[in-house]
T-cell receptor, first 110, second 114 residues
């Protein structure tokens, strides 16, 4: 089946640093989504990518849909304490089904 | 408005109880989803409703019974659950269930089975 490899598994960074995480797959996707989840809450959509090569920003967040349609990255600039949480990538190819990465746990040291 | 609401927020039930989880969206979305999520793991798809019809059942045990009374509401009926069913249950919705759709998640119901 389809699988997403998300890395790194966890990060512990200084406040103000830039963060980068990525997802790769052996399969192509039509859509890449990035979600952030706080403890005890549902995933919140950060960025949605619909076209190969697309680069999209949302405030301090930037994400790109890889040109091969098999990968995506998410960058966070100038991290702040509220960036703490788990970040999930998700790819979508057929209809309703999302394939999730295992998540990146982000911890920020203030 | 991209809000999906879920009730209750927390639920504790015994293995012989019957309970229901509720989900509602008013975005006019025609696809709705139930996911199960264990701590620090990604959500696992359970059911998909598309235009109020069950379109995907990911081999979920029959002690979980979904229901879609109308295009805005989605229920998950629970009966004779096991302790290993304790998890965060997430509802999501998307416009049509197409491969270019974006799914929006609710805040979840934290279920504990004693």
């Amino acid at each position: 089946g389809q699988q997403l490899n998300q890395s790194p598994q966890s990060m512990f960074i200084q406040e103000g640093e830039d963060v980068s995480m990525n997802c790769t797959s052996s399969s192509i996707f039509n859509t890449w989504l990035w979600y952030k989840q706080d403890p005890g809450e549902g995933p919140v959509l950060l960025i949605a990518l619909y076209k190969a090569g697309e680069l999209t920003s949302n405030g301090r967040l930037t994400a790109q849909f890889g040109i091969t349609r098999k990968d995506s990255f998410l960058n966070i600039s100038a991290s702040i304490p509220s960036d703490v949480g788990i970040y999930f990538c998700a790819g979508q190819l057929y209809g309703n089904k999302l394939v999730f990465g295992a998540g990146t746990i982000l911890r920020v040291k203030s | 408005d991209t809000e999906v609401t879920q009730t209750p927020k927390h639920l504790v039930m015994g293995m012989t109880n019957k309970k229901s989880l509720k989900c509602e969206q008013h975005m006019g979305h025609r696809a709705m989803y139930w996911y199960k999520q264990k701590a620090k793991k990604p959500p696992e798809l359970m059911f998909v409703y598309s235009y109020e019809k069950l379109s995907i059942n990911e081999s979920v045990p029959s002690r979980f019974s979904p229901e879609c009374p109308n295009s805005s509401l989605l229920n998950l009926h629970l009966h004779a659950l096991q302790p290993e069913d304790s998890a965060l249950y997430l509802c999501a919705s998307s416009p049509q269930g197409a491969s270019t759709d974006t799914q929006y998640f609710g805040p979840g119901t934290r279920l504990t089975v004693l």
